[in-house]
């Protein structure tokens, strides 16, 4: 089936050490999102890519970065993790960011200690 | 700037019964999406229902339904015969922007269906 798929599911990390998420997907979808989703919170878009552009949310901390090496895979780079940074981190996939809706992954949990 | 309302932060209901979740949005376009999605304690985000602007029918997917009337910029979900495991949160939500659409959400609705 083709899906989006998010690894790890639960990730922690040390105050300060960077860390990578990682998404996947099988749609070939033109468009990757990350949010940011903490508890009992709607989700906050961090930034996306449409193909290779990347569109970065203006209050995005720095800390925050993504690649996207090819259409399947995207990361978020979280190069200092602070305890507020502690979240479910979500990836997106759409094909045209607007008719379809969106598909979502299982999502990583952050722990930060 | 366009955004998404949900008023009822949390609501429940009887098995078998059926609840209307509330949305409302603001938007300068004439033609868009609206998406309710639903997201299960600890688990995936998943569309459960959509409409286009600019259909007049409302969308039906099985037990859910929306009423969607354009002109008051509203998007409620009904869900029919209410089952336990309907309860999650319900996040109404819309593609916002220019030359870049993104997925704007309201703040949610955390549904539970009580036995």
């Known amino acids: 089936d083709a899906m989006v798929i998010q690894n790890p599911r639960y990730q922690v990390t040390q105050f300060g050490k960077p860390v990578t998420l990682s998404c996947s997907q099988t749609?070939?979808?033109?468009?990757m999102y990350w949010y940011q989703q903490k508890s009992s919170q709607a989700p906050k878009l961090l930034f996306h890519?449409?193909?290779?552009?990347?569109?970065n949310e203006a209050d995005t901390p720095d800390n925050f970065q993504s690649r996207r090496p090819n259409t399947s895979f995207c990361f978020l780079d979280i190069r200092s993790p602070g305890l507020g940074d502690a979240a479910m981190y979500l990836c997106?996939?759409?094909?045209?960011?607007?008719?379809?809706?969106?598909?979502f992954g299982s999502g990583t949990r952050l722990t930060v200690v | 700037a366009q955004t998404v309302t949900q008023s009822q932060p949390e609501m429940s209901v009887q098995e078998a019964e059926t609840v209307t979740l509330s949305c409302t949005y603001d938007?300068?376009?004439?033609?868009?999406?609206l998406f309710w999605y639903k997201q299960p304690p600890s688990r995936q985000m998943i569309l459960v229902i959509r409409?286009?602007?600019?259909?007049?029918q409302n969308a039906t997917e099985n037990r859910f339904s929306v009423n969607f009337q354009k002109a008051a910029k509203s998007f409620s979900l009904k869900i029919s015969d209410s089952q336990l495991g309907d309860t999650a949160m319900y996040f109404c939500?819309?593609?916002?922007?220019?030359?870049?659409?993104?997925?704007?959400f309201g703040k949610g609705t955390l549904l539970t269906v009580n036995p």
């Open positions: 997106a996939t759409s094909r045209d960011g607007r008719g379809e809706g969106y598909t």
């Open positions: 749609l070939n979808h033109n468009v």
């Open positions: 890519y449409y193909d290779k552009d990347f569109n």
């Open positions: 938007t300068s376009e004439n033609n868009y999406y």
């Open positions: 409409q286009e602007a600019y259909k007049q």
């Open positions: 939500a819309y593609p916002a922007g220019g030359s870049n659409y993104k997925l704007t």
